[in-house]
């Protein structure tokens, strides 16, 4: 099945840094999510985005779909953006998603 | 913006008894999914749930789970006899088959 791997696993920035998280997957995708998991556990969805580039704000994600990676880009990080993110694919054929292996984030005051 | 609920927020059960676990996807969804997450590790998938039947399930998903959708709104993971390896959080998610999904705050199931 397809393998979908992030990096960095763990990032620590101070209040204020800017960060780029990745997703690499090993197949071609139907779609893709990107997910806050908060420190309260709940999953919040960030960008729909199988393929292209969206902006929310201070965040922002890229996907390269022919070579088989996206991005996240989080910008002046705040304490509030401390979680694990997660990247979740779908391949053709299916509608279940597979977890990428997350990214914790840490963000200090 | 449209929720997904899921209820209860946290549940202690012995082992051995069964657990229901609910969920109210969006209500114009058409496809709804159940996931877990052991602590701190990966989102896995259980199962798919599309047209009042299951289109697809894991290898986890297996005799003791089963779901329902029993009155066209709520839609429920039944675990018949809990293990303490089913302790985990427990999310329900809905969609529209494309345009991704939205998960629910999750249900943390302790077994003790």
């Known amino acids: 099945g397809i393998q979908v791997e992030q990096s960095p696993p763990d990032l620590i920035l101070q209040e204020g840094a800017n960060s780029t998280l990745r997703c690499n997957f090993s197949d071609s995708v139907n779609n893709l999510q990107w997910f806050h998991q908060n420190p309260w556990g709940q999953l919040i969805n960030l960008f729909y985005i199988p393929s292209g580039t969206k902006q929310n704000g201070r965040l922002s994600a890229t996907t390269v779909a022919t070579e088989r990676y996206s991005l996240l880009y989080i910008s002046s990080s705040q304490t509030t953006d401390s979680g694990v993110y997660f990247c979740a694919v779908t391949t053709s054929g299916t509608y279940k998603y597979i977890f990428g292996t997350g990214t914790r984030l840490k963000v200090l005051a | 913006e449209p929720e997904v609920t899921q209820t209860p927020s946290h549940q202690v059960t012995q082992m051995g008894q069964e657990v229901i676990l609910r969920c109210v996807p969006i209500s114009n969804h058409l496809y709804f999914y159940w996931y877990r997450q052991i602590l701190g590790q990966k989102v896995e998938f259980l199962v798919s749930f599309y047209n009042n039947e299951i289109s697809e399930k894991s290898e986890i998903f297996d005799d003791q789970f089963s779901v329902e959708r029993p009155d066209g709104s709520n839609f429920t993971l039944k675990i018949r006899s809990t293990k303490l390896e089913d302790s985990a959080m427990y999310f329900c998610?809905?969609?529209?088959?494309?345009?991704?999904?939205?998960f629910g705050s999750g249900t943390r199931l302790t077994v003790v």
């Open positions: 998610a809905s969609g529209q088959g494309s345009f991704g999904y939205t």
